[in-house]
């Protein structure tokens, strides 16, 4: 009878084990399937894959993408390391099985177990182990390591080697997303560096157990990953029918016209204009009219992306919210849309673009039991007035009518103009620098004009982006582009985009400086939310509170991606996926033609 009931115990305390994991419940792929839907099971393997990166790197000087210093080449964290546990581009927020046969999260949601797979292997054939594991989660959260890691895992307290191939992650609270963050940490081996500290493993080359390795390159300019014969999980299930390609090199340019150039000459495959007016101008001519290259647009169910002009709010200049809102109003995107965008571009309303997640009108009585709580740390406006939307300038609306609010605006934070420019009490003047890494001369332009009418003075700081990226990881700037790609359910990054304890951490996602209370408690809710509902409620409500802010001057997004590539060469799979990157999609699944 004892034994009995020691058996009911255990079975109590064991919520399930499983191949897969979904935040909030709902798998798709049953144990044992064959391969994911968006891919061909039976692809020819072989040929190789040139593109241009959709980053603005000009060049890299490092093979640990973990750490600060220095610029990693593109594609390597994506071919040669691998996770615990794999998303699937038609499902967002479940993942299954990889480096782990086998995920059981506890019945209070405090733990969760993985068993790896006993074929794992690393690229220098030693098996993936526990301790591996193990070592790869307390390297990340060190000092060492790019501070990202220690945010998005401070609700981790450790992880726990239970057996050789079997490793237990405890947690400080139930959150559901947990299990999805540590299952997607990459893993490496204990011996890449030979025991040397992490920050200064710099040139080694990684010891993962990804599809690829490091072949040819030129070092900083190209870099070529040659497919492993020898990979462990060409035959699994979640593997099978990606990463086609023999070899796939990654050529970086030193700004976008070059990079079109090169590509209209033949010189690489494949490349993604993030620009409307090159895409309608530039991505033209004989070889797009013969067939020999081809530009498509690809629509996705992808949340929307956020973009805009980051504002440094560290600077006291910019700490008066009224200065900020001033910032928004100078800004045209209407007219920019129409005169040199083609009307391509849809207006980033909030954080949240396209999603369920995004706040209108006034809040809900979904919101308001998130909000009222924390109703002595919130503005009044955010109970009694509309969520902020972007100024518009079409009629009746116009530039000349935001910018006399905008003069109010300064007027009341104590700005006014004499001896030919805006100044302060003290007789400062306000300016504006605003740092790029080329291609934006065209977009600030008019800016800076309208800027000029309300006496700032507007500053173009042109710069390589590593130059660019140290200022940044220091939060030494005023204005600065960023676009986000958008997510089917934001999670714990946004502890280091918003979060109080990231303002001040270098190298953190909190470029703005946010630093508020009420906004640290609405990220800790929306982390540890429960149901979808719970979630888009108290996402609604940090995206309604953010935009009384007027952290960023916002910008504009596109419901596709535009791509061009050479005819000819390649084929794809006949299901394209739900929510997908464009590089992603042709890297993992594309293949080349026979």
């Known amino acids: 009878m004892r034994i009995f009931l020691l058996f009911l115990l255990l079975m109590t305390q064991r919520a399930w084990a499983a191949h897969a994991y979904s935040q909030f419940g709902d798998i798709k792929y049953p144990a044992g399937f064959a391969h994911f839907e968006w891919v061909n099971p039976n692809a020819p393997k072989g040929g190789e894959l040139e593109l241009a990166p959709p980053l603005r790197i000009t060049n890299f000087d490092r093979f640990n993408p973990f750490i600060l210093k220095g610029t990693s080449p593109p594609g390597l964290s994506a071919l040669m390391f691998e996770s615990l546990l794999t998303g699937t581009l038609d499902e967002p927020n479940t993942v299954y099985g990889l480096l782990a046969e086998d995920v059981e999260v506890a019945a209070d949601r405090l733990s969760v177990t993985f068993r790896l797979n006993p074929a794992a292997r690393f690229n220098d054939g030693t098996p993936v182990m526990a301790a591996d594991v193990k070592h790869t989660f307390d390297t990340l959260l060190s000092k060492q390591a790019a501070p990202q890691y220690r945010v998005l895992l401070s609700d981790v307290k450790r992880a726990v080697v239970t057996g050789p191939r079997s490793v237990r992650f405890e947690f400080a609270r139930a959150n559901a997303e947990l299990p999805l963050l540590v299952g997607g940490l990459p893993v490496f081996s204990r011996a890449w560096g030979a025991g040397k500290p992490f920050d200064q493993v710099v040139m080694d080359m990684p010891i993962a157990s990804g599809p690829y390795k490091v072949g040819r390159m030129n070092f900083g300019r190209d870099i070529t990953y040659d497919r492993r014969a020898d990979y462990w999980a060409w035959n699994l299930n979640v593997r099978r029918g990606a990463y086609n390609f023999d070899r796939i090199t990654y050529k970086i340019y030193k700004d976008n016209i070059a990079q079109t150039e090169a590509f209209k000459a033949g010189e690489f495959d494949y490349m993604r204009s993030f620009s409307a007016r090159e895409w309608a101008r530039v991505y033209v001519g004989k070889k797009f009219d013969s067939g020999e290259l081809i530009k ?50 849809t207006r980033v309303r909030g954080y949240f673009n396209n999603s369920d997640f995004e706040a209108k009108g006034l809040p809900g009585p979904d919101e308001l039991k998130v909000l009222l709580p924390l109703k002595k740390n919130l503005s009044e406006k955010v109970f009694t007035e509309e969520v902020p939307l972007a100024p518009n300038t079409d009629p009746p609306g116009s530039l000349r009518e935001n910018l006399r609010k905008a003069r109010d605006l300064l007027a009341a934070a104590g700005w006014t103009y004499r001896d030919d420019a805006l100044r302060n009490a003290k007789g400062e003047a306000l300016t504006v620098e605003y740092l790029d890494s080329g291609g934006g001369e065209r977009l600030i332009a008019p800016y800076f004009q309208a800027l000029a009418r309300l006496g700032i003075e507007g500053r173009y700081r042109r710069a390589d982006f590593a130059l660019i990226q140290k200022r940044l990881d220091v939060f030494d700037f005023d204005l600065f582009t960023v676009r986000i790609p958008g997510r089917e359910a934001p999670g714990a990054e946004l502890l280091d985009r918003f979060g109080s304890q990231s303002a001040d951490t270098e190298g953190s996602s909190n470029w703005m400086g946010v630093r508020d209370p009420a906004i640290d408690a609405l990220v800790n809710l929306a982390v540890s939310s429960k149901t979808r509902p719970e979630l888009i409620a108290r996402l609604r409500a940090l995206d309604r509170v953010l935009r009384h802010g007027y952290y960023v001057v916002p910008q504009f997004f596109s419901n596709s991606s535009r791509v061009a590539y050479r005819s000819g060469k390649f084929e794809r799979p006949a299901v394209r996926p739900l929510y997908f990157q464009a590089e992603d999609w042709v890297v993992s699944t594309w293949w080349r033609k026979p």
Do not use: C, P
């Open 296 to 345: 498509e647009e690809w629509q996705h169910k992808s949340a929307g992306d956020f973009q805009g002009f980051l504002i440094n709010t560290r600077r006291e200049k910019f700490k008066d919210v009224r200065v900020r809102q001033a910032l928004g109003l100078a800004w045209d995107f209407e007219w920019m849309n129409r005169q040199m965008a083609y009307s391509a571009y």
